[in-house]
Nanobody
């Protein structure tokens, strides 16, 4: 059974930094794409950043230049370095993984439990 375990959330002042980590546990040989989503109260979950196994990245416009996504394939781990944080970045951040091999459910998207990020003004 594949599980995604996140860490690194917390409370920070505006302008500060946080680093989120997400590790996939279980018998995972490869993951095609890993990413971070966030959901603020009363809003839909939105993509923050994603990275493929060959290093291709995708960011939402509002975080470009401030957030950096990276991964270590050998550890099935993805990171999100968040700098120059703003109050509007406050949300629960979720890690996800697509194209997990092997998987008891091919094509399934896996999600972490979420970690709270709160940015005070």
């Amino acid at each position: 059974q594949v599980q995604l375990v996140e860490s690194g959330g917390g409370l920070v002042q505006a302008g500060g930094s946080l680093r989120l980590s997400c590790a996939a546990s279980g018998s995972v040989l490869s993951i095609k794409s890993m990413g971070w989503y966030r959901q603020a109260p009363g809003k839909q979950r939105e993509l923050v950043a994603a990275i493929t196994s060959d290093g291709g990245t995708n960011y939402r416009d509002s975080v470009k230049g401030r957030f950096t996504i990276s991964r270590v394939n050998a550890k099935n781990t993805v990171y999100l370095q968040m700098n120059s944080l703003k109050p509007e970045d406050t949300a629960v951040y979720y890690c996800n993984a697509d194209g997990v091999f092997p998987s008891t459910t091919p094509g399934r998207t896996y999600w972490g439990q979420g970690t709270q990020v709160t940015v005070s003004s």
